[in-house]
């Protein structure tokens, strides 16, 4: 198995932006559900966002309409653009993926973070 690849995380100011991407692998013939999730400091992993394989989404309340979500299915690819960022967005992000793969197993796969640091 391998593991999606996060890339875009980094130190930013308050009010800036950030993209961050995923990869799943080409192993993967299949996406259904991909999303972003976020583990700060002494906190629990959350949800940040999710779109499904009809490009559905769903957003914690905390990023609602600061944060948007997309896919390319040609790519084996998500992004998150993360616009008017607050130190309180400082956190690990972690790419998921779920999908099939060309030996026909279905899997769920997290990939292995990356550092989003939002300075006051």
């Known amino acids: 198995q391998v593991h999606p690849v996060e890339s875009g995380g980094g130190l930013v100011q308050a009010g800036g932006s950030l993209k961050l991407s995923c990869t799943a692998s080409r192993d993967f013939t299949r996406l259904n559900v991909m999303g972003w999730y976020r583990q700060a400091p002494g906190k629990q992993r959350d949800l940040v966002a999710v779109?499904?394989?009809?490009?559905?989404?769903n957003y914690a309340d905390s990023v609602k309409g600061r944060f948007t979500i997309s896919r390319d299915n040609a790519k084996n690819t998500m992004y998150l653009q993360m616009n008017s960022l607050k130190p309180e967005d400082t956190a690990v992000y972690y790419c998921?993926?779920?999908?099939?793969?060309?030996?026909?197993?279905?899997?769920?796969?997290w990939g292995d973070g990356t550092l989003v640091t939002v300075s006051p």
């Open positions: 779109i499904t394989g009809a490009d559905s989404t």
């Open positions: 998921y993926v779920e999908g099939t793969t060309w030996r026909m197993e279905d899997l769920e796969i």
